[in-house]
């Protein structure tokens, strides 16, 4: 590291900056999470970045994705290596709160393993509030039936809303799912299934697959329908929908402390892997 004494501006970032967040992201050494190009071609709408700059250089960056509104992730972050980091973040960080405060964000979560940005979150008032754990299995094994009398459909546009409230009433508000992307979902590949008892819609499914690899992605049953079967069968439903592509390996993840899917998932077959990772959060003030 070596001083500069060019003065430090700090800025939201635009479409035109999306090169330097991805160079910098791949270069310096304290860097962390991921940056798409899709992601960053929605700089300014669905994701937001702050800029750190010395003269002309961009020497620091946080990038968000805002699609889930009110709560944001942090979806990456990097300082440049000459940089001291513990100085920039003081810059960076206050920055980005208010960037994200403007844009109607309460929450900001961030789910990694990058040591330094760990440790730097922790000290700007992020907790460890669940670790996310990922399973993976193949496309034989063992198999559920489910409940016999729940009809499993692809969802329909007109069937986005009642989607939206099985999530809402599924998953605490960090791990909502966001209505742009059940819209996504159910324009491409994805395939967005929904489960009816008695024609009252009662869950839904979630799942994708490029080349070999698929992903069920969502799952979830309204809490007074559960343990009725009623997740095996949307499970198994999606291990169908995949098995008729080419996929050949399954992926998931879950919150450290949802026993209830975990059960479920290693039922299925599905062997746990990698590392959990921490899963952090910050409640935004004002
Ligand atoms: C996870 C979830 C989809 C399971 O749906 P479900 O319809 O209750 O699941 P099933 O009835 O098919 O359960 C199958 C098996 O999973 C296990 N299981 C399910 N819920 C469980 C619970 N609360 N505690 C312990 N084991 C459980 C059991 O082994 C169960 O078999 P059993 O009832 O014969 O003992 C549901 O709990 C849910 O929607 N949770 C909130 C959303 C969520 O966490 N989604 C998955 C994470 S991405």
Redesign the pocket.
Known sequence: MHETTQELTIRAATRSDRLAICTLLQQAWHSGGTARWDQLDALEADCGAVLVCRGTQTVGFCLFDLRAAPVARLSAAAIADRENVGSIWKELWPASEQHLRERGIRFVHYIGEAPWLLEVLQEHGFQQVNTLISYERTLEGPE?S??PHVRVRPARPEDLSTVEQIDAA??PLL?RYPRAMLEAALRSNPHLAIAELDRRPV?YALSTFEGEEGQ?V??????E???????????MEALSHLRRGRVRRLS????GD????Q??Y??FGFRRIGDELPVLEKALEG
Not at 225 to 235: F, M, N, T
Not at 252 to 255: E, K, S
Not at 258 to 261: E, K, L
């Open positions: 559920l489910g409940h599924s998953f791990w869950g069920v969502r799952l979830a049953v309204l809490p329908y559960r343990r009725q079967a009623i997740g095996s069968r949307l499970l998931l993840n879950t919150q949802n026993t209830a899917a059960k479920l290693e039922r």
